[in-house]
């Protein structure tokens, strides 16, 4: 742990000389150790997968399969993979054995997060950034203005030719995660080009705004499997998808009552919109205009259904 530590001190300078550039062989490897170093760092979330036994994960934390459920909100029905769950303090010093692989690092760090903690009724509103500039501007303004914050997946690209925008974005208070370089379908690519398009990013995004884009990032167009999702992990990644995608970029133009209706209204077969939505994470796309006009409405009429507005970071903190 120190030797990496000390790696990634003397090796920043050579990092910080390939912002927003095609990152050469030398440049890469030193990316790639201060990524190691600051992955072993990192201590997320819990998140639930189908293959985990619920009742053996209530016994490690010294609970029943019901008073776990309780405490997250959650029903049979309404608990899937990619669920964050809030777990009892004593569940660390509890587990043991066989129940140890429910906690592991490795293991949680490659997990996709779906959706945030239950039980709070709040929202992180999520804007991917990677195409046009487009109402960039305009969405900070209204976000500003309704006193909203906001996440925000942007690629390497897009900060490069956007700058001031991105700078913008930080100062305002809305957190910057990673979302690739050049917005590629990441199944089609091999490892280390899986690692470049993660580390280009969180460069060049380190340099314009001082802060890092880990442990968080998002696929375009949510192309991912196992694999990506692995070797994103090993980088110090951890994939966050989405609860409800907005549809603001996908197939014909949408008009703002259309997204409107569709984020205030949303649900599924087992929930309807007030439990639906409580730890939603929605996505939405930062130069889309029929979002910038929906967004007040949106805000309007989630805030009367009881909801707040957080960042990514404290809807999945317990």
């Not at 039980?119 to 976000?143: H, M, N, Q, Y």
């Not at 490069?160 to 089609?188: C, L, Q």
């Amino acid at each position: 742990m120190k030797l990496f530590a000390i790696l990634g001190e003397s090796l920043k300078s050579l990092g910080a000389s390939l912002v927003c550039r095609d990152v050469s062989v030398v440049g890469f490897l030193a990316l790639i150790l201060v990524a190691n170093y600051a992955w072993a760092e990192f201590e997320g979330p819990y998140v639930y997968a189908a293959s985990d036994s619920f009742p053996a994960i209530a016994r490690a934390c010294g609970s029943s399969t019901e008073e776990l459920l309780q405490l997250n909100h959650l029903t049979w029905e309404s608990l899937r993979d990619g669920q964050v769950l809030r777990l009892p303090s004593n569940c660390a010093s509890s587990s043991s054995g066989s129940h140890l692989r429910f906690f592991s690092p490795d293991s949680q760090m490659s997990r996709e997060i779906w959706r945030g903690l239950r039980g709070g009724k709040r929202i992180a509103l999520t804007f991917d950034a990677g195409g046009e500039l487009g109402s960039a501007w305009e969405l900070l303004d209204v976000l500003s203005s309704h006193h909203v914050p906001a996440t925000f997946f942007v690629t390497g690209s897009f900060a490069r030719r956007h700058p001031e925008w991105t700078k913008a974005t930080v100062r305002a208070g809305h957190p910057i995660h990673n979302h690739s370089w050049s917005h590629p379908y990441f199944t089609k690519l091999p490892d280390a080009d899986i690692r470049r398009e993660l580390e280009q990013t969180e460069e060049c995004l380190r340099e314009l705004t001082g802060k890092t884009t880990r442990p968080y990032w998002r696929p375009p167009y949510g192309d991912r499997n196992s694999r990506v999702l692995k070797v994103a992990a090993q980088a110090g990644f951890r994939s966050v998808y989405w609860t409800l995608d907005s549809l603001d970029s996908y197939g014909d133009e949408k008009s703002p009552s259309f997204l409107i209706q569709r984020v205030t209204t949303a649900k599924s077969a087992a929930e309807g919109p007030a439990e639906f939505l409580d730890g939603a994470i929605i996505l939405m796309h930062s130069n889309v205009h029929a979002t910038v006009e929906a967004l007040p409405e949106i805000i309007a009429r989630l805030r009367q259904q009881g909801f707040s507005f957080v960042r990514l970071h404290e809807l999945l903190a317990p």
